[in-house]
């Protein structure tokens, strides 16, 4: 079972960024999916979650109006969808699969993580 996030970068203000991760099978189907997202010093923020099928979504609210959260269940793969970037959206991003709650402990499978660097 594995996540594999990918798409981070070194962006300036004001540009966008789409982040995938891609699953294997099992740890996909039928799960919800979720961004987290954690920088320096800080704990782990709650981004953004979709349903299996894409009709519950929620954001943080460091997301919302900025981030579109998506998935297509045909390629396994999760995207978020990161306009207006701003530099405290500095962090390692984090997708995970589980019950599509704001929480971390309701999310049984994590990627690795990429970096999103946004300068000013």
């Known amino acids: 079972v594995q996540l594999q996030a990918s798409g981070g970068g070194l962006v300036q203000a004001g540009d966008s960024l789409r982040l995938s991760c891609v699953a294997s099978?099992?740890?996909?189907?039928?799960?919800?999916m979720g961004w987290f997202r954690q920088a320096p010093g800080k704990e782990r923020e709650f981004v953004a979650s979709i349903s299996w099928t894409g009709g519950h979504i929620y954001y943080g609210d460091s997301a919302k109006g900025r981030f579109t959260i998506s998935r297509d269940n045909f390629k396994n793969t999760v995207y978020l969808q990161m306009n207006s970037l701003k530099p405290e959206d500095t962090a390692i991003y984090y997708c995970?699969?589980?019950?599509?709650?704001?929480?971390?402990?309701?999310?049984?499978?994590w990627g690795q993580g990429t970096q999103v660097t946004v300068s000013s």
């Open positions: 995970a699969a589980g019950v599509g709650s704001s929480l971390e402990y309701d999310y049984d499978y």
């Open positions: 099978g099992r740890a996909f189907s039928s799960r919800a």
